[in-house]
Nanobody
Framework: HVQLVESGGGSVQAGGSLRLSCVAS????????MGWFRQAPEKEREGVAV????????QYADSVKGRFIISRDKSKMTWSLRMNSLKPEDTAMYYC???????????????????????WGQGTQVTVS
């Protein structure tokens, strides 16, 4: 079992930046993909960014390409999402996630598309006004 804890959400004006972080514990070493998903009120959950633990390859949603950067620190079992040029439409609850046996693009589109169940953090709110 993997436990995930996010931090770093908050309120910011449009054009500003925020950095989200996620710390993993438990059997995290078995996870192959880590990422960030978000859900705005009355909208479906969507994938934001994914990074593979071993090689650091990344995949982004079209809506955040060029603005958000995902990174990871393998040794510390942490990963982060640097969000720049934030827009009001980025307002959502952001969740970090990790899973065993995945490919980046399919998992970004659908967190059910993996060998193992996706583990989720509790969420952190990002509000852009």
């Amino acid at each position: 079992h993997v436990q995930l804890v996010e931090s770093g959400g908050g309120s910011v004006q449009a054009g500003g930046s925020l950095r989200l972080s996620c710390v993993a514990s438990g059997n995290f070493y078995r996870s192959s993909c880590m990422g960030w998903f978000r859900q705005a009120p009355e909208k479906e959950r969507e994938g934001v960014a994914v990074i593979t633990r071993i090689d650091g390859g990344t995949q982004y949603a079209d809506s955040v390409k060029g603005r958000f950067i995902i990174s990871r620190d393998k040794s510390k079992m942490t990963w982060s999402l640097r969000m720049n040029s934030l827009k009001p439409e980025d307002t959502a609850m952001y969740y970090c996630a990790a899973v065993i046996g995945c490919s980046r693009q399919p998992w970004l589109r659908d967190p059910g598309q993996a060998q193992g169940p996706t583990n989720w953090g509790q969420g952190t709110q990002v509000t852009v006004s």
